[in-house]
């Protein structure tokens, strides 16, 4: 079945650095990608979608100088963290489309910032 | 009101009980419904998916829609510790959309 990477899968920085996140389809090409944030005991909540060759849109109030996203090629796109802050800690998940309805999951990244 | 409602719970049954999850929706655009399984630290996995209404059935899992009422349900026959985990409903319109989450329902299978 479609195969969603996402890498990596933990990472802790310092408050100030960028942090980039990578979510690649490995057996299907994916037009768009979809980003969530899911912080502890809550739902999944949509970012941004990221489309190939074109601009990412993002969700009311998420700031898209700050969400970095980059869909670089039909099976990579990329989220990066800019200045992060402490309460940019979450779990950040991607999603594409696999050719059918259902949507796959990458297994997300866990943020931390100190 | 939200999207999707679901209750969080947690709901907590022995094992080999019937569980009964659900959700309501209000955009009747939906087309697609599915429902995925989170364990914790890590990204959901497809359980199940329907087209419009009816029920679908996967071993021991049952999806069933209801358009007309715009209700979801997830039946888990005899329910088993590995079922512990949190269950998503996400409907989703056609084409390239991204899904709608409930809350998701936190389920504990008691040994």
């Known amino acids: 079945g479609a195969v969603v990477s996402q890498h990596p899968s933990w990472v802790i920085c310092k408050s100030g650095t960028s942090v980039k996140i990578e979510c690649r389809s490995l057996?299907?090409?994916?037009?768009?990608m979809f980003w969530y944030r899911q912080f502890p005991k809550q739902s999944l909540m949509l970012m941004a979608t990221?489309?190939?060759?074109?601009?990412?849109?993002?969700e009311q109030g998420v700031e898209k100088d700050k969400f970095l996203i980059n869909h670089a090629s039909l099976t990579l796109s990329t989220l990066t963290v800019t200045s992060a802050h402490p309460e940019d800690s979450s779990f950040y998940i991607c999603?594409?489309?696999?050719?059918?309805?259902?949507?796959?999951f990458g297994n997300g990244t866990r943020l931390t910032v100190t | 009101q939200k999207e999707v409602e679901q209750d969080p719970g947690p709901l907590s049954v022995p094992e080999g009980a019937i569980v009964s999850l659900n959700c309501t929706y209000s955009?009747?655009?939906?087309?697609?419904f599915m429902w995925y399984r989170q364990y914790s630290r890590k990204g959901p996995e497809l359980l199940m998916y329907?087209?419009?209404?009816g029920n679908k059935e996967d071993g021991r899992f049952t999806a069933q829609v209801d358009k007309s009422s715009k209700y979801i349900s997830l039946f888990i026959r005899d329910s088993q510790p590995s079922d512990s985990a949190t269950y998503l409903c996400?409907?989703?319109?056609?084409?390239?959309?991204?899904?709608?989450f409930g809350k998701g329902t936190r389920l504990s299978v008691i040994a």
């Open positions: 999603s594409a489309p696999g050719g059918d309805s259902p949507l796959h």
């Open positions: 057996d299907f090409q994916a037009t768009t």
């Open positions: 990221s489309n190939e060759g074109s601009k990412a849109t993002y």
């Open positions: 955009n009747s655009a939906f087309q697609y």
């Open positions: 329907t087209y419009s209404s």
């Open positions: 996400a409907p989703r319109n056609s084409g390239n959309t991204p899904l709608v």
